[in-house]
């Protein structure tokens, strides 16, 4: 009786907790990632006005996830260009991604065609998505609207049934929980 106790109890238990994921208000969700979009500045001062709070600049990674962000931004309205948190700046024509995990070789790509051109004579060294959802490097110093990025926060959902706290429960031949 005693095992069955015990193990009638694990299953109350297990059976109350049920985990979710939420993003900060106002944060949109995608496949357990949150989203958010800022006005139009720098692309450094858009790595680092994330960075500073914890979150990422936003790093596309799949094409539905630029699907997802083009949409965003697209009903978000009036704009023309924002900023990807990858760069070549470093070395020219190596486009890496600065992410949480650090700086990682940018692997999904979306260039619009005949892009990156490094255009300038002083060259194009930071990632922007275009209106039409395609990737354009362009000068640094443009003021772009940013997206920052952060993994959604696992959350306890509310108990759907209550049961004492301090009683244990057997569960019975008839597979349901007795006091
Ligand atoms: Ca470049
Ligand atoms: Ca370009």
């Not at 069955?4 to 059976?15: H, P």
């Not at 979306?110 to 060294?125: K, L, S």
Request: glycine share 6%; hydrophobic share 35%.
């Amino acid at each position: 009786m005693a095992v069955s106790k015990l193990s009638g109890f694990i299953l109350a238990v297990l059976f109350l907790r049920t985990v979710n994921a939420v993003c900060p208000p106002n944060w949109v969700e995608y496949r357990s990632r949150c989203y958010h979009t800022y006005t139009a500045m720098t692309w450094a001062d858009a790595k680092a006005y994330c960075e500073e709070r914890g979150w990422e600049m936003l790093v596309i990674e799949s094409p539905e996830e630029n699907a997802f962000v083009h949409e965003e931004l697209t009903a978000s309205g009036g704009w023309t260009r924002a900023w990807l948190g990858c760069s070549d700046e470093a070395l020219e024509d190596h486009w890496v991604c600065y992410s949480a995990a650090g700086v990682e070789e940018m692997k999904y790509m979306n260039w619009v065609p005949g892009q990156p051109d490094n255009y300038y004579i002083d060259g194009e060294h930071c990632l922007s998505m275009r209106d039409i959802g395609g990737w354009n490097d362009i000068q640094c110093h443009n003021t772009c609207p940013i997206v920052c990025e952060t993994s959604s926060i696992p959350i306890e959902a509310e108990p759907t049934r209550v049961l004492p706290a301090t009683s244990c429960y057997v569960l019975g031949d008839d597979g349901r929980i007795h006091p």
